[in-house]
């Protein structure tokens, strides 16, 4: 099972390093929305300070949404979904794997340019480690939601707008959280709590959303 | 145990008899819930005193409380449906959480419409971002999603089956919801008790706002029995049955 899910992995990454311009979309969404609100609002210094990790954080959920939607699309239309489907390994797993290379390409690289964005929203310098672990811990769980999505509107023709309006919602306790847990550490408080909190709901999502996510694309793939 | 004590359940399966059995019980819930809201709007509008804080204001409650309760009452009523047509793989059970979606996101937008006319002689503002209003309003969303994802299958085996993992998804994550939104802000009051002797209402006003939930969750049974009707109607659309009853 371990080779068949290393070779899944492998897949996964070597498709995405084939289409290096498509995979980065998600990450120059995320440069480019956060640079709106300063242009949008003003960019006196105290309030990119005081709006920053509200911003870099639905940035940052924003931009991963964009990614997950072709998430299951491509092994849908060729009919690879139905392979994986067909496969001794329990299509949980694969789907756990499959969201896991999938965060690796898109998730990561929002992940390790948020300090650069925090930096652009005058964040404080001293936080940025915990404005990057609320991310790391939150980026994966929302990942996870939005595979739930992604999965269950990969046969539809009208995807693109839906899967954000179903898993937006559900969202929320995630960015709450993440901003929190970033907003405090950037008053100089300790952000534990909160990035406990983030790190409970991503436990609870690596648990759950594999049953759900193939539940959904057992769904997708009977229509 | 005999073992066909649960034959009465499978009939349950059948939509002609769920058809027949919803038209049966429809008037039924109407009528009592009419009653039900005559008693509790006369108590609640004429004979209960205003409130010693709010005056006449707060008698929305009557509107608000049942409201906000059936709006999560029937995401719950959903969700269960929502599983048995998943595990059991019955079909009515889709058609049933089909049927109350639409009633859920109407009460929902009537507790969160309420809530705000109520909140702007009260706290002085039509909107605040507190905890109970947030997750009303994340809870309308999850609703709206729904539908929109039930309505989006041209196959409306697999919007059925499509929507059941989206509430129930919606399930697990609604506590989460509540609690995160609750952590992070909260204007609203905390939970009123009526009974007992800490009673924090008089019971001049309790007995009037319970005959209002009953009467509004008769309401809500009525509307869904017709819905489901219409949904089955709908489904069956082509079955000799459903001709005859059409007719």
């Known amino acids: 099972m371990t080779r068949a899910l290393l070779a899944l992995a492998g897949r996964d990454l070597r498709l995405a390093y084939r289409r290096r311009g498509e995979v980065l979309t998600p990450a120059m969404f995320f440069i480019l929305v956060t640079t709106l609100f300063p242009l949008g609002l003003s960019p006196q210094q105290e309030l990119l300070r005081s709006i920053a990790p509200g911003v870099v954080w639905v940035a940052a959920l924003l931009a991963g949404l964009i990614g997950q939607e072709s998430l299951f699309k491509g092994d849908f239309e060729d009919g690879s979904l139905e392979q994986l489907l067909l496969s001794p390994v329990p299509l949980q797993i694969i789907a756990l794997v499959r969201v896991l290379a999938h965060w690796i390409v898109t998730g990561l690289p929002i992940v390790i340019l948020a300090p650069l964005m925090g930096l652009f929203m005058n964040y404080p310098s001293d936080a940025m480690g915990d404005l990057v672990s609320s991310l790391l811990l939150g980026t994966f769980t929302l990942s996870l939601l939005g595979a739930v999505g992604a999965a269950l509107t990969v046969g539809l023709r009208q995807s693109g707008m839906l899967m954000p309006i179903l898993v937006l919602p559900l969202a929320v306790p995630v960015l709450i959280f993440g901003a929190q847990a970033a907003a405090q550490a950037a008053r100089g408080e300790d952000p534990a709590g909160a990035l406990y909190l983030l790190a409970a709901m991503l436990v609870l999502g690596l648990t759950l959303a594999p049953f759900a996510i193939a539940a959904a694309i057992r769904v997708s793939l009977e229509s | ?247």
């Open chain 2, 1 to 247: 145990m005999d073992k066909y004590s649960w034959a009465w359940f499978h009939r349950f399966a059948s939509p002609p008899y769920v058809y027949r059995v919803a038209g049966l019980l429809a008037p039924w819930f109407a009528w009592a819930a009419a009653l039900s809201i005559a008693a509790g709007l006369y108590g609640g509008l004429w004979s209960s005193p205003p409130d010693y804080q709010q005056g006449d204001g707060f008698r929305i409650i009557y509107i608000h409380v049942p409201s906000a309760y059936l709006s999560m009452m029937c995401y719950g009523l959903m969700a269960v449906a929502s599983a048995v047509g998943l595990i059991w793989r019955l079909k009515l059970a889709h058609a049933v959480a089909v049927a109350a979606a639409p009633l859920g996101a109407s009460f929902t937008f009537l507790a969160l419409i309420t809530g705000s006319l109520w909140g702007k002689p009260m706290w002085g503002t039509y909107w605040v971002w507190d905890a109970r209003l947030t997750s009303e309003l994340i809870l309308l969303f999850l609703y709206l999603g729904f539908i929109a994802l039930n309505n989006a299958y041209e196959d409306p085996r697999s919007g059925d089956r499509a929507g059941a993992v989206l509430a129930l998804v919606g399930v697990v994550n609604l506590p989460i919801i509540h609690y995160s939104v609750v952590w992070w802000n909260s204007l609203h009051q905390g939970s009123t008790k009526f009974f007992g002797d800490s009673a924090q209402m008089a019971t001049s006003m309790v007995v009037p706002l319970l005959a209002m939930i009953l009467g509004i969750t008769l309401l809500f049974a009525a509307c869904l029995a017709k819905r489901l009707q219409a949904e089955l109607l709908a489904r069956e659309s082509s079955a000799s049955w459903a001709e005859e009853a059409a007719r």
